[in-house]
């Protein structure tokens, strides 16, 4: 693992910095990595940390580019510096944008906005979900997770924003073919539960003078066995009725569930990440089949490339 202070040219500043964390989770945008640095402000030889500067480029290597982003935040003491960064997708939500958008596809629609700010773009997938909507004052990631939204409700695909190779990428959740590995003083645990189940979706129009149910699914073996957890779902009136017959069903799928999250510590992988779906096989919590990355925490502990990991069972 490398670390590395972009000024006019890369300084490799890995020998001075401790208490690297490299974060990526579904519920917040893009990456984060905190460190600190070494500080002696009387010797010459850690005069390297004194030249940090909100603003700066920081990149990790392992294997490959972990991270690229910016520092943001930076809490100096008398013997070293705390330093926060975030990726590009930082970005994303310090810019507002007003917009609108009258049927055309959902990947369509997303370069669209990320070319209001400048932004290189990457892989997108083709999301043929049609968007007519008007955005006005919203952000850039708040448009961007609201057409994902609309997506997902019709087509049952969750896609992500990624930061990679300097690019933008809208990808759904990929399978990567890397086993986890358990620390032998690691330990695990598993969370069932019903909190977030629903087995009733009602999708309504929002059509502010009356509102007119459209589409109704539900799981009537689940309801008498759980009582009704009933979610409604609104769209516009003018939505085709067979695709609103389709966002109930494939709502329900998605949250008629008891949801198993585990959490668990082990050996690092660079393909670990938020995002990416993996296969486990722990005959003691029951953990067998694919598991999607809720929250990835990358750590380096004397020399050793070690994760924490929260992960949900996933079904496509």
Known sequence: ??????????????????????????DTLGASLNF??????????????????????????????????VILEITTNKFNRSIKCLDFCFYLN??????????????????????????????????????????????????????????????????IIEFAEDKFNIVPFRKVNVQFRYKSTSSESLT???????????????????????????DEANI???????????????EDEAKVRNIAKTKLKELNKVFRTASLQGFGDDEFKAGRVIELNNQEFFLQGEYLIKNCSHTWVKGEHLVNLEVELYEE
């Open 1 to 26: 693992m490398e670390l590395y202070l972009i000024k006019e040219e890369a300084v490799n500043i890995t020998d001075i910095t401790g208490g690297i964390v490299l974060n990526t989770s579904m």
């Open 36 to 69: 600190n640095i070494a500080r002696n402000f009387n010797d010459p030889n850690y005069a390297l940390a004194e030249t940090l500067e909100v603003g700066d480029i920081v990149i990790l290597n392992n294997s490959k580019e972990l991270f690229k982003g």
């Open 94 to 159: 310090k810019n507002k944008v007003i917009k609108q958008f009258d049927e055309i596809s959902a990947s369509t629609a997303i370069k669209q906005v990320l070319k209001e700010i400048g932004a290189d773009i990457g892989e997108v997938s083709n999301i043929s979900t049609s968007i007519t909507k008007i955005y006005n004052s919203n952000t850039i990631a708040e448009i961007i997770n609201d057409i994902l939204k609309q997506a997902n409700d019709e087509l049952g695909i969750k896609y």
């Open 192 to 218: 069932e539960s019903i909190l977030e189940m629903k087995n009733s979706i009602i999708v309504t129009s929002n059509e502010q003078e009356e509102v007119e149910i459209l589409a109704i699914a539900k």
């Open 224 to 238: 008498e066995r759980y009582g009704s957890l009933q979610e409604v779902i609104t769209v516009s009136p003018d």
